[in-house]
């Protein structure tokens, strides 16, 4: 498909927000075990006063349907589940999305035993779809606390991160943890959950020209 380019900022496989999540092996959790997935194409509006989250499109390769990027999110509960790519609502097919690398190594890996069941899987997820879709809300909800929203997202996201990395990478990869690393690995992951919760504050708010 082709599209505006003054009119939208478009996001593919090399906006650095897809690549790190193409090479991030610490979002093989998310992809994996929670379904949260991202587009293989998202499209920004450049104009407007309104913030980032809600200038974002996806465009849908087989209908052609613009959604807003507010209909995978969380207070739709439709942010995660996502194995297979978005659903459209519109033409009731799949839109495609990027897979993380490690995700993709331990996919292939594992095809012998989860090939064999991959269609009936897969029909049986988009035959839940639709209800899914059914009471989609677009409407951005007041919220009352700012700080207190970005501060647990990041601690959430430090703690998630500091359990994936200090302890489950290690025992997949059969290493030692030390009462040194665990200890270490709190303040650091801590720090970088903030940052990371305050960096998307400041991020999703963005405002455009």
């Known amino acids: 498909m082709n599209y505006d380019k003054n009119k939208y900022k478009?996001?593919?496989?090399?906006?650095p927000v897809i690549l790190?999540?193409?090479?991030?092996?610490?979002?093989?959790?998310n992809e994996l075990i929670l379904g949260q997935t991202i587009?293989?194409?998202m499209l920004i509006e450049r104009a407007g006063n309104k913030p980032f989250y809600q200038?974002?499109?996806v465009p849908c390769p087989h209908c052609g349907t613009f959604h807003n990027g507010l209909k995978w999110s969380s207070q739709n509960k439709t942010a995660f589940k996502n194995w297979?790519?978005?659903?459209?609502?519109?033409?009731?097919?799949?839109?495609?999305?990027?897979?993380?690398?490690?995700?993709l190594i331990i996919l292939i890996l594992t095809f012998p035993v989860w090939g064999w069941f991959r269609k009936s899987i897969r029909q049986s997820w988009l035959n839940k779809q639709p209800e899914r879709y059914r009471n989609i809300n677009l409407e951005i909800p007041e919220k009352k606390n700012t700080t207190k929203n970005w501060l647990k997202s990041g601690l959430f996201f430090g703690l998630f991160m500091y359990v994936t990395m200090i302890i489950i990478f290690p025992l997949i990869e059969q290493k030692e943890m030390t009462q040194k690393s665990l200890l270490i690995g709190i303040p650091v992951w801590l720090i970088c959950g903030l940052a990371w919760g305050y960096t998307m504050k400041v991020w999703m708010n963005r405002k455009g020209k």
């Open 10 to 15: 478009i996001w593919n496989w090399k906006s």
């Open 20 to 29: 790190h999540w193409i090479i991030n092996p610490g979002l093989v959790i």
């Open 39 to 41: 587009p293989k194409v």
């Open 55 to 57: 200038r974002s499109l």
């Open 84 to 103: 297979f790519g978005y659903y459209c609502d519109n033409c009731k097919e799949i839109i495609p999305v990027h897979r993380n690398l490690t995700s």
